[in-house]
């Protein structure tokens, strides 16, 4: 089967410091996760953000030319466009164009399977669209410049969509409680039972899900892409004589879209409530401690600080590392170094697991 074809572009400001070749390959690994092919990606300089097409007007005319040279249709903007951004965009580039919330909202989407992973997806999308015409609703009213129409058939329009996007929300809403409330059940059962909680966190492709595996022998999807597992899993583990539950969460990103934060804020709550937080994280990767600072900013949204005891650096994938550069990181007496895939330092781990949840 063909991939889509597709073109990046990452807009920058040019005064402020930036990390944009981070930007540019997470931005290839987003569009690559939905079986995208990407054609070019390209880095555009801007002096400000255009209000009405966020990169400018001679921007505007060498990227129509690329698009046409390239035969492609669909565009991603690494970053958020207002909703008039994207119309103006799409109209003067004849293409489609995706913004990042929405092309992560298709990624989440396409891979949702539980019943609470699809409804917390769908969440997110109807609160996406809420905020839109929020937004298209304010430009519209200056636009008017307050001159008394209040009540005239767009305004009316506008509301009714609102209220009925508001309905839909809090009906998904309902729903997820729900499903909240027997896990809740659970948990209180777990406490009640002593059962020990342990979290896997961490930026998406970090191996997560190949720890959880190797420690609970279980098969949950481990896959070389971006947001391979969204639904949280909580398997069984037996050693030193001792039951652990571990639990596999929703990889990070840089800039998670809040209203993806909000929909999967029952599946996060998990990490809250849990015992220990193994903070997976990739050292083969370039952007390794870029990566960290991601993490720990999404952390801090869900109400965990960065210095909470109960996390534990574990570096993974050191066999894809020089055996020095190990030596060099290893200061850091805290971590624990293994590779997931391999199984180097996953019996040290389970020690250090142990002797953390028992002291
Ligand atoms: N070489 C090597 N590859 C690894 C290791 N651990 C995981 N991988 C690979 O990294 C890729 C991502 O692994 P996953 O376990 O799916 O990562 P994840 O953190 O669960 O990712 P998401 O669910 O997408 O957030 C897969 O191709 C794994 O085989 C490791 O220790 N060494
Ligand atoms: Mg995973």
Same mark, same amino acid.
Request: aromatic share 8%; hydrophobic share 40%.
């Given at each position: 089967?063909?991939?889509?074809?597709?073109?990046?572009?990452?807009? +920058?400001?040019?005064?402020?410091?930036?990390?944009?070749? /981070?930007?540019?390959?997470e931005?290839?690994?987003l569009?690559? $996760?939905i079986n995208?092919?990407?054609v070019? &990606?390209s880095?555009?300089?801007?002096? #400000?953000?255009?209000?009405n097409?966020f990169?400018n007007?001679g921007?505007?005319?060498i990227?129509k030319?690329?698009?046409?040279d390239a035969?492609?249709?669909i %565009?991603?903007?690494?970053?958020?466009?207002?909703?008039i951004?994207q119309r103006?965009?799409?109209?003067e580039?004849n293409?489609?164009v995706i913004?990042? !919330?929405?092309l992560?909202?298709?990624?989440?989407?396409? =891979? $949702?399977k539980s019943?609470e992973?699809?409804?917390s997806v769908?969440l997110?999308s109807?609160?996406?669209q809420?905020?839109?015409?929020?937004?298209?609703?304010t430009h519209?009213e200056r636009q008017r410049g307050?001159a008394g129409?209040?009540g005239?058939?767009g305004?009316?329009?506008?509301?009714?969509?609102? =209220?009925?996007l508001t309905?839909?929300i809090n009906r998904l809403?309902?729903k997820?409680?729900k499903?909240v409330?027997?896990?809740?059940?659970?948990?209180?059962r777990?406490?009640k039972n002593k059962i020990?909680v342990?979290?896997?966190?961490g /930026? !998406?492709?970090?191996?997560k899900? !190949?720890?959880?595996?190797k420690?609970?022998?279980?098969d %949950?999807?481990s #896959?070389?892409m971006l947001?391979?597992?969204? @639904?949280?899993t909580i398997?069984?583990?037996f050693?030193?004589?001792?039951?652990?539950? +571990?639990? @596999?969460t929703v990889g990070f990103i840089?800039d998670?879209? !809040?209203?993806l934060? @909000?929909?999967f804020k029952?599946t996060?709550?998990?990490i809250?409530?849990?015992?220990?937080?193994l903070h997976i =994280?990739?050292? &083969?990767n &370039?952007n390794?401690l870029?990566?960290?600072?991601?993490?720990?900013?999404i952390?801090?949204?869900i109400?965990i600080?960065m210095? @909470?005891a109960?996390i534990?650096?574990?570096?993974?994938k050191?066999d894809?590392i020089?055996s020095?550069?190990?030596?060099?990181? &290893?200061?850091?007496k805290n971590?624990?170094?293994?590779?997931a895939l391999?199984?180097n330092?996953?019996?040290?781990l389970?020690?250090k697991?142990y002797?953390?949840?028992i002291?």
């Amino acid at each position: 089967m063909n991939n889509k074809q597709i073109l990046i572009v990452h807009p +920058f400001l040019k005064f402020t410091r930036n990390k944009n070749n /981070y930007f540019l390959s997470e931005a290839e690994n987003l569009v690559q $996760a939905i079986n995208l092919e990407c054609v070019e &990606s390209s880095l555009i300089g801007l002096e #400000k953000i255009s209000p009405n097409t966020f990169i400018n007007k001679g921007n505007l005319i060498i990227f129509k030319k690329k698009l046409q040279d390239a035969g492609v249709d669909i %565009v991603f903007f690494n970053v958020n466009l207002s909703p008039i951004q994207q119309r103006n965009l799409e109209n003067e580039l004849n293409a489609k164009v995706i913004d990042r !919330t929405g092309l992560i909202l298709e990624i989440f989407g396409s =891979r $949702a399977k539980s019943n609470e992973g699809k409804l917390s997806v769908e969440l997110a999308s109807l609160q996406f669209q809420k905020s839109r015409l929020v937004r298209s609703w304010t430009h519209l009213e200056r636009q008017r410049g307050g001159a008394g129409f209040m009540g005239g058939p767009g305004e009316k329009q506008i509301e009714s969509d609102k =209220r009925q996007l508001t309905e839909k929300i809090n009906r998904l809403k309902k729903k997820i409680k729900k499903i909240v409330s027997i896990r809740d059940l659970q948990r209180y059962r777990r406490i009640k039972n002593k059962i020990p909680v342990i979290s896997l966190v961490g /930026y !998406t492709n970090s191996g997560k899900s !190949t720890l959880f595996n190797k420690l609970t022998k279980s098969d %949950v999807l481990s #896959k070389n892409m971006l947001f391979a597992s969204l @639904d949280s899993t909580i398997r069984k583990s037996f050693f030193n004589n001792t039951n652990f539950l +571990f639990v @596999d969460t929703v990889g990070f990103i840089s800039d998670l879209p !809040t209203t993806l934060v @909000d929909a999967f804020k029952s599946t996060l709550d998990e990490i809250i409530y849990s015992d220990l937080i193994l903070h997976i =994280r990739d050292i &083969s990767n &370039s952007n390794y401690l870029e990566q960290k600072k991601d993490v720990l900013k999404i952390l801090r949204e869900i109400g965990i600080d960065m210095n @909470d005891a109960r996390i534990l650096d574990v570096i993974n994938k050191v066999d894809l590392i020089k055996s020095d550069r190990i030596l060099h990181n &290893s200061f850091d007496k805290n971590s624990i170094y293994i590779s997931a895939l391999k199984g180097n330092g996953i019996e040290n781990l389970k020690k250090k697991i142990y002797e953390k949840i028992i002291y």
